[in-house]
């Protein structure tokens, strides 16, 4: 079946602007996860939605950075007033409920200028 | 808090050989552990995990890792390496906090030399 899809695979931005980064998890997983790929570190956990219950965004860095998920299935991270720091691979992943397999999608590269 | 060390950073080996990338993690209790492969501009794609039971455990394409509780460890290990093995490694914890957030090593990139 399909897997996880991110759109756009690549999003060049200046600094200052806005940017939206999508994310289709697999049909059936309710579990969504955000995750960012900064060039020599690790990954870094962003945000978690699961179900219909308040996501935990302890993992995002900074009051510009948001998520949504619509309908338990699509979801949006948006980033405002973008910065270089926020340069990037914004890594997306969804499992199913509980202990659990995550599945990633292939990213989105997010460069800031 | 719990933490996952990846102490190599690059590894480069001959195709053929043998490879062990090492995994070291903090956590009070047994982990759930995972290694992901990530290839040049590829999503993270998964190895092999380790929940409970054997703690020698078999993954995809001919990857093994063994949990040594008493090291605090999840090597990854693969008897001949093919020059496709050629990527990016990551060892991960669930941390488990309700929220099944992973907690991940800075990654180990493997080189294959023909």
């Known amino acids: 079946g399909a897997g996880v899809s991110q759109s756009p695979s690549n999003k060049v931005t200046e600094k200052g602007k806005d940017v939206e980064l999508r994310c289709d998890p697999i049909s059936g997983h309710t579990a969504l996860y955000w995750y960012r790929q900064s060039l020599g570190q690790g990954l870094e956990f962003l945000i978690y939605?699961?179900?219909?219950?308040?996501?935990?965004k302890s993992g995002l860095p900074s009051d510009r950075f948001s998520a949504e998920r619509t309908g338990g299935s699509v979801s949006t991270l948006t980033i405002q007033r973008t910065q270089q720091e926020d340069s990037a691979v914004y890594l997306c992943?969804?499992?199913?409920?509980?202990?659990?397999?995550?599945?990633f999608g292939p990213g989105t590269r997010l460069t800031v200028l | 808090a719990q933490s996952v060390t990846q102490p190599d950073i690059h590894i480069t080996v001959s195709e053929g050989a043998s490879l062990e990338l090492r995994c070291n993690y903090s956590y009070g209790a047994t982990p759930y552990l995972f290694w992901y492969v990530q290839s040049p501009g590829q999503g993270l794609q998964l190895l092999l995990k380790y929940f409970s039971g054997d703690t020698l455990v078999q993954g995809i394409k001919g990857f093994e890792a063994e949990f040594k509780r008493s090291q605090s460890s999840f090597n990854l290990r693969k008897p001949s390496v093919h020059w496709s093995d050629a990527a990016e490694y990551f060892c991960?914890?669930?941390?488990?906090?309700?929220?099944?957030?992973?907690?991940f090593g800075t990654g180990t990139r493997l080189k294959v030399l023909a």
């Open positions: 992943a969804s499992s199913y409920p509980g202990v659990d397999t995550q599945y």
């Open positions: 939605f699961q179900g219909n219950s308040a996501p935990d």
């Open positions: 991960a914890v669930d941390a488990t906090s309700g929220t099944y957030k992973y907690i």
